[in-house]
């Protein structure tokens, strides 16, 4: 069965204090990795797509890298407007699968 | 444009009731999706439709009926729920395949008394 895990749950960053999320998963024959970000009671929002190991997307303070095995989405000098659950996501021939997310906070 | 809508935002119903709720995108994409999801949870599928035809229901109770009308609609009917179906509902869509990027709306929040 499809596996994806993030780590950490939960990331408590000072303004400024770049950090990074880890997603990794177990699937058979992946198709994508996605990245999405959710405010609290909203849909989520998208972010990247990755298809291939080596592959990085960049998209203002986050970029987004992919190896066999995990993805790292790497936030530089976040702000406050950066907090919120940042989902990971992978897809086969039949689902996407998410992982539970970590939640971002950002402190001014 | 990336833009899924659903209506309405907020519903609230007793158990006896039947609602629908509905999702629409203009983007041409051949695949839309229902999902739900618990507070604190990752999002979980429902159903997926394929060129308006149902290709996958993921063990759903009967009381949740999908409809795709035509491409670019979706309606999820919703009959004798229980307080535990309460959660956010989510509609996405894809160009044409599930491994494609999907694209969420903003949900609507359901409470089931």
């Known amino acids: 069965e499809d596996q994806v895990t993030q780590s950490p749950e939960a990331l408590r960053l000072q303004e400024g204090e770049s950090s990074s999320l880890n997603c990794s998963y177990t699937?058979?024959?992946?198709?994508?990795l996605f990245w999405y970000r959710q405010d609290p009671g909203k849909g989520p929002e998208f972010l990247f797509t990755?298809?291939?190991a080596g592959e990085e997307k960049e998209k203002e303070r986050l970029k987004a890298t992919l190896t066999k095995k995990e993805s790292f989405l790497h936030i530089t000098a976040p702000k406050p407007e950066d907090s919120a659950t940042y989902l990971c996501?992978?897809?086969?021939?039949?689902?996407?699968?998410f992982g539970a997310g970590t939640t971002v906070t950002v402190r001014a | 444009d990336t833009e899924v809508t659903q209506t309405p935002k907020h519903l609230v119903m007793g158990m006896t009731n039947k609602k629908s709720l509905k999702c629409e995108q203009h983007m041409g994409h051949r695949a839309m999706y229902w999902y739900k999801q618990k507070a604190k949870k990752p999002p979980e599928l429902m159903f997926v439709?394929?060129?308006?035809?149902?290709?996958i229901n993921e063990s759903v109770p009967s009381r949740f009926s999908p409809e795709c009308p035509n491409s670019s609609l979706l309606n999820l009917h919703l009959h004798a729920l229980q307080p535990e179906d309460s959660a956010l509902y989510l509609c996405?869509?894809?160009?044409?395949?599930?491994?494609?990027?999907?694209?969420f709306g903003p949900g609507t929040r359901l409470l089931v008394l």
């Open positions: 996501a992978v897809s086969n021939d039949y689902k996407l699968s």
């Open positions: 996405a869509s894809s160009r044409d395949r599930v491994w494609e990027t999907q694209y």
């Open positions: 699937v058979s024959g992946l198709r994508g």
């Open positions: 990755l298809y291939s």
């Open positions: 439709y394929s060129y308006e035809k149902l290709s």
